[in-house]
């Protein structure tokens, strides 16, 4: 026992040790089993203390649970020194570094300083074996070079102090094999070198030596006694070479962590397999509990993760014949989750362009949770209604990603909720909630409000005015979403679009430039560009259209009879026309259009009042009444041609008559207009005598042919008939879109039966769209086939066309005009008449007759776009 301490008392003189912590911490390191009293070093010295104020300040070491025991302070001395033994195994087991931590409290005032006790190991323990004897029964069928495994010794040290060395005492059949396994651990395997004969010997007595690596060294001994027995040839098996298990720190009593279990193929004895611990600490087998039948494995002490974290054992099966295997069991002992993940933001980008790519990485995340394995184990998410999503990247670091495209127009500002939790039971989590921003990039282009634009503007207009303005919005923020407005190039006759129309670039206003004039066109379109401010910059066009109403500013144009002083034209009235006979027509044109240019007749001056009348709307002059010899030859009307504009225009005429059957009869023409020239007037004579004497020779030898040739036929071609002209419209007078007055009525002219005198009679109207300038219209010519089948007594159908022009968007029940008036018809026997509208398909419903009043109303609101899209004319 001298020799023991002595020896100790020198390793303390080499070991012992200190040094000052940086953070304020005092570490000693010692071997362990120092005698009680021992120093381990002087506390006063190494904190810089007055040793004869540590009793007055009450010095000493504060500790807690099992280590209070182990050192105290000398208030004398100051010397920190051993209270009791400290056997280092006891403590700290098979850990590497085993360390006791203590606090030094002062008081008045208040002091705490840290200290560490470093145990370092000593050899003061010998291998140990499971067992002092092992007993292997081989059979004597056993091969040279069969192996036999044995339990490997246990030595309590650490490093140099553990088990290096194992040794077979000598004898004549076996060797001994010894490797190293790859947890550290020693394959210690008994190998027969020379095989055994059970006639010779029953059994072997061989001793096992394992020494350590301590100075001095320790051994162990095991007994190994082999009985030879007939073959023996399956060793158990276990299921799994290393079994794990999991095990929470507040596990009860009679727990089972886990089952091993190992099988034989042999049978009988041979194939009865038992179990038990061939390696495990001290500190495992106080907590755990080994079944040898069923292999379970049991709690029966109280599991501390913070004093173990970790178990590991090996366990032995051996079948009855002695042979037997191992198998590895690791118990971990797992943390209650008490600790909360938090949550860092590493970096953001506060603000993202909207055009970021699907991908990109906005932001990185850590989370920490001071728990550990699984209550460690943390799972970040975000809400699912953002395009973000966290992207795991290295250990407890997350990147915030973008997952599809932003825009900033839809959503400007993103608060994305981070939540983290942990896979402890119960989890906890923690969340929180970073902002990110979207800048904006021009990607919209200006987006106009309507899809089209429409306006209407009287012609004569004053440069400069106001015609409609366009409205163009644009998403994007700032200059990108500033709109500037500008005409695309275009032209209107020839001349650039510029000279007619003009758009504020602010307001998108549109100005005319200058006068329009309705006569020379209708209506203009032009392409309105609304582009923003942004780079680079966008742009989207719309077409507005500009429709010019016509107001009066023409006079009505006489075509027939020619202005005096041009031409010398009179009209040829047969003696005994009765009443109701045409005679003549005047016909005038009007450059307006709609109703200004609807045009009445009126006789304004004649020189017999009572003998002839005009028919308003179509010009025509008819007798009164029937021709008498008292009447005067020659007739003069003075003619008024009138506009229905406000304020009316009009033109007069004069319209030279002559009543007579026999061109002998006719007096000199000088009489009928003074104001002719001499010259002229002799030519005008010559020329009708020679026209007016070869038309009614013929037209009477025509006659007298067709009356004896048809004899059944109740009319008959009258010899005389008046030449009507066909009209004679004047250059540039082209009617566009069918509401001019440029009119053609045909007539066929016909004698009644036994009578000298002709009657005209209205058959039908013939209207022309478009009446080109270099065109005359056109007479149909007369149907007697069909006329001739007609009985006198057949019903006349009158067929004409009206047009009137107004503007979209009147309301219901506004008068487009007088229906009864226009066509000169009696407005109080429409009902008796039964007059209606007759339309087909989608116009039915736009257009009626008053029944009492012959007004055309508006019965539906009329959209022109809607019936006619872009055409000219609706």
């Known amino acids: 026992m001298t020799v023991k301490y002595s020896w100790m008392l020198r390793f303390v003189c080499g070991f012992i040790f200190f040094f000052r912590m940086t953070a304020g911490e005092l570490s000693y390191s010692f071997p362990e089993e120092m005698r009680p009293g021992s120093i381990v070093g002087n506390l006063a010295k190494d904190l810089g203390l007055e040793k004869g104020k540590l009793p007055d300040r009450r010095a000493r070491i504060d500790a807690e649970g099992k280590y209070k025991q182990y050192c105290d302070i000398d208030l004398k001395t100051g010397d920190l020194v051993v209270s009791k033994r400290i056997d280092r195994e006891e403590l700290c087991g098979e850990k590497v570094s085993c360390a006791l931590k203590f606090e030094l409290v002062l008081e008045s005032p208040l002091e705490l300083h840290r200290i560490s006790l470093l145990i370092q190991d000593i050899n003061d323990n010998s291998p140990v074996f499971p067992k002092d004897t092992v007993k292997l029964e081989i059979g004597e069928s056993a091969d040279k070079g069969a192996r036999y495994r044995l339990s490997d010794a246990h030595d309590a ?38 095989e055994l004969d059970r006639e010779q010997e029953h059994y072997l007595n061989l001793v096992l030596f394992a020494v350590d690596g301590g100075n001095p060294e320790k051994s162990g001994t095991a007994t190994i006694h082999v009985t030879v027995l007939d073959a023996n040839d399956n060793a158990p098996v276990f299921e799994q070479a290393v079994y794990k298990s999991s095990l929470p720190e507040n596990s009860a009593l009679d727990t ?44 029966t002490g109280e599991i501390d993760y913070e004093s173990e974290s970790e178990y590991e ?92 495209h932003l825009d900033r ?6 608060n994305i909720t981070i939540t983290a939790t942990d896979e402890g039971s119960p989890p906890l989590s923690s969340s929180k909630t970073v902002q990110l ?44 979403g500033t709109v500037i407005y500008s005409l695309l190039p275009g032209e209107v006759n020839g001349a650039p679009m510029s000279s007619y129309l003009s758009v504020n670039g602010d307001t998108g206003v549109i100005h005319a430039v200058r006068s329009f004039d309705y006569e020379q066109f209708r209506s203009l379109k032009v392409h309105v560009m609304a582009r ?16 010019i109403t016509d107001v009066n500013d023409n006079s009505p144009q006489i075509l027939y009879p020619a202005p005096e002083g041009n031409s010398f034209m009179t009209e040829l009235v047969p003696k005994y026309a009765q009443g109701g006979s045409l005679v003549s027509k005047v016909i005038a044109v009007d450059a307006d259009s709609g109703q200004n240019a609807w045009l009445s007749y009126h006789i304004v001056k004649s020189t017999d009042p009572g003998l002839f009348t005009i028919d308003v709307p ?57 104001n002719l020239d001499n010259s002229k007037l002799t030519s005008y004579l010559i020329f009708a005598l020679a026209s007016v004497s070869t038309f009614f020779l013929t037209f009477i030898i025509i006659s007298l042919g067709v009356k004896f040739c048809h004899r059944r036929k109740p009319r008959m071609l009258f010899d005389g008939a008046v030449a009507i002209p066909s009209g004679y419209p004047p250059p540039h007078y082209a009617d566009v879109d069918g509401t001019g007055t440029l009119r053609s009525i045909n007539y066929d002219t016909y004698l009644t039966t036994g009578s000298r005198t002709s009657d005209f009679k209205f058959v039908s109207s013939y209207n022309d769209n478009t009446l080109p300038a270099d065109q005359t219209l056109k007479k ?32 219901p029940g506004s008068i487009v005009g007088n229906i009864a008036k226009d066509l000169g018809l009696d407005k109080g026997k429409l009902p008796d008449r039964r007059a209606r509208i007759d339309a087909e398909g989608k116009y039915k419903q736009y257009c009626d007759i008053g029944p009492t009043t012959g007004d055309l109303v508006v019965s539906k609101r009329i959209d022109r776009e809607e019936l006619c899209g872009e055409k000219i004319t609706s």
């Open 157 to 194: 040290d650490i490093g140099q102090n553990t088990v290096k060395l194992y040794s077979l005492q000598k004898n004549d059949h076996f060797i001994l094999s010894v490797r190293d396994d790859v947890d550290g651990s020693k394959n210690v395997e008994l190998v027969l070198d020379k």
């Open 256 to 299: 089972v962590v886990i089952t091993v279990s190992a099988t034989d193929a042999d049978e009988g004895v041979n194939g009865e397999v038992t179990y038990e611990f061939s390696r495990i600490s001290e500190r495992a087998k106080k907590v755990f509990n080994l079944n040898s039948k069923t292999g379970e494995i049991k709690v």
């Open 313 to 404: 054992m090996r366990v032995d099966a051996k079948d009855g014949a002695g042979l037997s295997s191992h198998s590895k069991v690791i118990i971990d002992v797992t943390d209650v989750n008490d600790n909360a993940p938090v949550i860092f933001t590493k970096s953001l980008m506060n603000h993202l362009p909207e055009n970021v790519s699907p991908g990109t990485e906005v932001g990185i995340i850590n989370v920490q949770d001071l728990d550990i394995e699984h209550n460690a184990r943390v799972r970040c998410s975000i809400q699912h209604n953002v395009p973000f999503k966290l992207v795991p990247s290295i250990k407890n670091y997350y990147s915030l990603v973008t997952t599809g």
């Open 409 to 414: 127009e839809l959503v400007s500002d993103y």
């Open 437 to 480: 921003s979207v800048a904006d990039i021009n990607d919209n282009p200006p987006v106009f409000l309507e899809q089209s634009y429409s306006t209407h503007v009287t012609e004569n207009n004053k440069p400069g005015s106001t015609l409609c303005s366009v409205s163009a919005r644009d998403p994007d923020w700032r200059q990108n």
């Open 532 to 547: 923003d401010n942004g780079s680079p910059p966008l742009s989207s066009n719309v077409t507005v259209s500009v429709f």
């Open 618 to 674: 179509s010009g025509e002059i008819r007798t009164q009444r029937d021709i008498s010899e008292s009447d005067s030859m020659k007739q003069n009307l003075i003619v008024a041609v009138k506009d229905n504009g406000q304020p009316s225009l009009s033109a007069t005429c004069s319209m030279y008559l002559l009543i007579s059957d026999n061109l002998a009869e006719i007096p000199e023409m000088k009489d009928v207009s003074s």
């Open 780 to 811: 149909r010519p007369p149907e007697f086939s069909e006329e001739s089948e007609q009985s006198d007594d057949s019903p006349e159908m009158t067929a004409a066309e009206l047009r009137y022009s107004f503007p979209e968007e009147m309301k």
